[in-house]
Structure formats: C-alpha cells, structure tokens
C-alpha cells in the first residue's frame, strides 16, 4: 500500500470520503495516526519489521563514522563484502582491541582488513533538540583501502506531511504487513481523534487493532506463539 492509499482511509473514517477535501487539522492528525502506527511497529521487538540497510562508504584509514540522523539503531553485524564484522559490547574493548584480540602491547591498531566494530551513541549538541542523539560507528582495524560497508538499521519513522502524498511514498516496513497491521493500528489510532464520532466503528477497529497486535507477536516462523493477549488490548476510543 501507498502512502496515499493509507491516508485516505484513515480519513473516511473522519467521514470525508475525499481526502482531498479534508481540513488541515484533520490531515494532520491522520499523519499523526500514521506516525504513531509506525512507531508501535518498530518498538514491537522484532527488527524485521523495521529493517534496512544503509552503506557506509569506507575511508581508507578512517575508523569512526557518523551515521544519519535518523538513524535509530544499529542491529548486528555490519558487513564489508562477504565478511561480518564481530560486535564489540563496550568502548573499553573498542580502545584496547589490540592487546585483547591481536596479542599486541601497543592499543594503537594499523589500518588493515577490519575485523570489528562498536557502536558509540553520542549526545548531538549540533541539534536543535536538547536529548537528540548521534550515532557514531566505530570500526578496528581502520580499512586500509577505500570501500563500502553495509549496515542494517532501523530508521526513525518519517514525518509525513502533504508534499509526500503526491507520489508513490511506501511506508518503511515489508509490503505483506501493510494490511494486516500497519493499517488497522493507523485505523485504531485515528479514533482519538476528536474528528472522529462514528462509535458504531469501533468494536470492528478494536477486533482488528487488537489482531494486528497479536501478530506481532506471532509473524516470526523462528519462534512458536507466544501469549500476547494482554497487550492486544487497545486503550478505549474516546468518545
């Protein structure tokens, strides 16, 4: 599903049925539901919802490299090639590889073929946010020669706004979980809306928001089904 596609039904259910005709509150508050959906299905606790890559172009004795702003996490392992990086869970062992893992007296490690990284969040006092972050990644050895670097992560969730209606902007997650949870979250949400006043709807919105939920449990085939039934119930629409 479009980004279009999804907007447009979630306003019908403001009971405009053309989204081209709804007011800026209401377009604002659909792309707040969108929003807020996006947000619950990164933080369900299953990375591939949210997953893609981003390359790092390699500088040649260069190990640390600032990631994207909207760069939320770094998921494992990074990868030059064929080769997968081993992470390293503290800076302490970042600093010290040397004498750790190359049996060297010296901490200073001599670019070459890297073999590890760290990833070092930073607090980002360039921003005009005051708890923004920055994430710098750190590799060791530096690469002695220039390349790219592929990196998964999961992205903030974008910050729609008319502009992106006008082409064919998808939203970041895998096209099958479109339907069946992505929009019936953003179906659910717009019901706080003070827009919205169809309580007949809701019981239906509530069935589905509350499928979606346990789906996101239960999508994983490397796992049998949890029990997810207490947080598949949604807060109670307002009036």
């Known amino acids: 599903m479009t980004l279009r596609e999804i907007f447009n039904n979630v306003v019908a259910l403001l009971g405009v049925k053309d989204a081209e005709k709804s007011s800026l509150a209401m377009r604002a508050e659909a792309f707040s539901a969108i929003r807020a959906a996006l947000q619950q299905v990164q933080t369900a606790g299953e990375d591939y919802y949210g997953r893609e890559e981003v390359t790092v172009e390699l500088v040649a004795d260069t190990g640390s490299y600032a990631l994207a702003k909207e760069v939320q996490t770094v998921l494992d392992h990074p990868r030059i090639g064929s080769r997968t990086l081993k992470k390293l869970t503290s800076r302490s062992r970042y600093d010290n590889y040397g004498p750790l893992f190359l049996g060297k007296l010296s ?13 070092e969040p930073l607090r980002d006092t360039t921003a005009d ?11 060791v050895p530096p690469s002695a020669a220039p390349g790219a670097m592929l990196v998964p992560v999961i992205k903030e969730p974008p910050i729609y706004v008319d502009a992106d209606l006008c082409d064919e902007t998808e939203p970041p997650i895998p096209h099958k979980y479109h339907e069946s949870i992505l929009l019936p979250l953003c179906r659910w949400n717009i019901t706080s809306s003070s827009f919205f006043s169809d309580q007949e709807l809701v019981p239906a919105l509530k069935d589905d928001y509350a499928r979606a939920m346990m789906a996101l449990g239960f999508s994983d ?16 629409a307002s009036a």
């Open 107 to 119: 901490r200073a490690v001599a670019s070459g073929t890297p073999l590890a990284y760290y990833v």
């Open 221 to 236: 085939p490397r796992v049998q089904p949890r029990n997810k039934q207490t947080q598949a119930q949604p807060a109670e």
């Open 129 to 139: 946010e005051p708890d923004s972050v920055k994430i710098n990644l750190l590799i």
